[in-house]
């Protein structure tokens, strides 16, 4: 039936809703991931922020370097085709023997020059955001092993214990759990209290990265790295080690827990009974030996 044919003007529309569909659709999944503090299939972009810094350096990328970016690509693009079809052999048979153009050579030396130092300001706000630790509520250490990852909590902020976070094996998935990410004991933080993160390793170099945070900080054996965030978003924010540390440096996830501060207080008090037994003596290279034994 002819009539049941959508004409032009409905083709059009149809297609206009099918990219408003793919925006909605592209949107949504971006939405999904704000919500839940890890990836999902579909997803481009970031991983929204839930910290200052993290949306800073999306603001930094997204309305800085893209478009510059963006700009000089397409201008040099331009130049190309440019050159192409005005400077072929066939088009441009007798070649211009000129060299050197002075104002030329100024322009493309000081124009990038300029763009760099425009880049740069932003730049090194944001880096000092990052690393200049701002007073700090609370203190969390994460010790990257392989491969898995310890959390400390110091006796003088109501801590005095540690424990042992270790990927949850798929076998062992429970409703609402993701595959890769989910661990078996999260470290916790509380909501909107700024946290200075020490981060050291006890074997090999390892490196704690949480998306969601904007952090990312390398794990030395024998030094003490510092970093800090404020998460102002409860959820749990997963990440993944993000150095090579060995044969199973994908199964050490990273999850954060952020809670309300009553929460933290509660979950400090219970952490406190349940992981009594550990000592907080510093990581000791015999420890992994003898637990290396252990599994022989
Ligand atoms: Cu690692």
């Known amino acids: 039936m002819s009539s049941a ?34 990836p999902q299939p579909g997803q481009i972009g970031f991983e929204e922020g839930v910290t200052s810094v993290a949306n800073e350096a999306h603001f930094f990328h997204d309305w800085i370097l893209l ?18 079809i005005k400077f072929n052999e066939r088009s441009n048979p007798d070649a211009s023997q000129v060299t050197h153009n002075t104002t ?13 130092v425009i880049i740069a300001i932003p730049s090194f706000r944001l880096l000092t955001h990052q690393v ?10 994460a010790t990257g092993k392989q491969w ?29 759990d993701i595959r ?13 209290k700024t946290v200075r993160l020490l981060v050291t390793a006890a074997d090999v170099i390892h490196s704690f990265t949480v998306p969601a945070f904007g952090i990312r900080i390398d794990a030395v054996p024998g030094r003490m790295n510092e970093t800090w965030f404020k998460a102002e978003r409860v959820g749990t924010y997963y990440g993944q080690c993000s150095k090579l540390c060995g044969k199973d440096h994908a199964y050490m996830p990273i999850a954060v827990k952020v809670v309300s501060p009553e929460d933290y207080a509660a979950w400090l008090a219970e952490a406190k009974k349940k992981f009594a037994a550990a000592d907080l003596a510093p990581v000791r290279v015999a420890d992994f030996d003898a637990h290396l034994v252990g599994q022989r």
């Open 67 to 84: 478009p510059i970016i963006t700009v000089i690509t397409l201008f040099v693009l331009g130049l190309l085709a440019y050159v192409m």
């Open 132 to 141: 200049v630790v701002p007073p700090a509520d609370v203190t969390l250490k």
């Open 5 to 38: 044919r959508p004409r032009g003007s409905d083709r059009r529309s149809n297609r206009s809703s099918t990219f408003l569909t793919c925006v909605a659709a592209v949107s949504t999944f971006a939405g999904s991931a704000l919500a839940d503090g890890f």
């Open 180 to 192: 890769l990410l989910s661990v078996d004991n999260e470290a916790v933080v509380p909501l909107g």
């Open 104 to 116: 030329l050579e100024v322009a493309w030396t000081v124009l990038p020059v300029m763009i760099l």
């Open 148 to 176: 898995y990852w310890t959390y400390s909590y110091p006796p003088d902020e109501g801590g005095g214990f540690e424990f042992d976070s270790y990927m949850k094996p798929e076998e062992s998935l429970a409703e609402g």
